[in-house]
């Protein structure tokens, strides 16, 4: 009987834990979702004065928004391409090859990660400052590729780990170049690596602040745009599109998720 009772109040107590975190993981993304439907139009935008939509119809009027939002997927979209090109290709040929100073190139993937992105930041600037390059959509996605670079490294030599080299040994010795080989078995077999990367990639650069401050210009991005409205309140109409932003991000969620259980069935 008191090892009953000590099982219930242990699970009382684990679902308790389990809610304080949930509240603490989603009450914030509850409040922009909540905020982008108050009908208050004076700032700071905080005082509830009903339930409207209109904030999503004005976020279609808010071109310099939408314009930043652009930038953003652009930017994203690009570098996340570039950095799992050249990320999976590092990461392939570091793998197969052995030569001088392999261990300090390892260890020097590192620094991009560890290191604070304010002196990362500092540094893409002085670099293009150096070499004359313009800060604008240019450089933003040069330093975006150079911070996402080793994120897809990691997971693709994550995967490579576990990986089999005497297929392709068995496609070279039936016919199959180098070349082919590589799209056709070991690209396929690198896949979620690779994936996993770019997802990976892509979520750091659409999230980016800090290095994107130093290396913009004049092209602003949405986070940035989200920084500057800070000053003065953000405005509800922000609060829509990250909501917009919300939604489509659990609909690509659940949607992968959703792929996942059709292939483990």
């Known amino acids: 009987m008191k090892r009953q009772r000590n099982e219930r109040r242990q699970k009382r107590i684990n679902i308790i834990f389990c809610a304080l975190v949930y509240i603490f993981l989603f009450l914030p993304i509850s409040v922009i979702v909540v905020n982008s439907m ?39 979209v690009t570098s996340t391409i570039l950095a799992t090109i050249i990320g999976t290709l590092a990461a392939v040929g570091m793998y197969k090859y ?36 313009p800060r604008g959509m240019l450089t933003l996605i040069l330093a975006h590729v150079t911070f996402c670079v080793p994120y897809v490294i990691f997971n693709v030599r994550a995967r490579l780990a576990g990986y089999d080299g005497s297929i392709e040994e068995a496609s070279l010795d039936l016919g199959a170049n180098r070349i082919v080989t590589f799209f056709e078995i070991t690209l396929p077999v690198l896949a979620p690596g690779i994936s996993g990367g770019a997802l990976l990639a892509f979520t750091l650069s659409i999230d980016d602040v800090i290095i994107s401050y130093f290396v913009n210009g ?12 800070i000053k003065s309140g953000v405005a509800p109409d922000v609060n829509a599109l990250s909501t917009i932003i919300l939604i489509g991000t659990i609909l690509f969620v659940i949607l992968t998720q959703g792929n996942l259980f059709k292939k483990a069935k």
Do not use: C, H
């Open 38 to 76: 108050n009908a208050t139009t004076s700032k700071p935008y905080l005082t509830w004065k009903g339930f409207t939509l209109d904030w999503y119809a004005r976020l279609w009027d808010n071109t310099a928004l939408l314009e930043a939002f652009g930038n953003t997927m652009i930017i994203a």
């Open 98 to 133: 052995k030569f001088k100073g392999k261990s300090i190139i390892d260890g020097l993937l590192y620094i991009p990660v560890v290191i604070p992105e304010i002196v990362l930041g500092i540094s893409l600037l002085t670099i293009f400052a150096r070499v004359d390059i």
């Open 218 to 229: 004049q092209t602003m991005t949405y986070p940035l745009k989200v920084m500057e409205s």
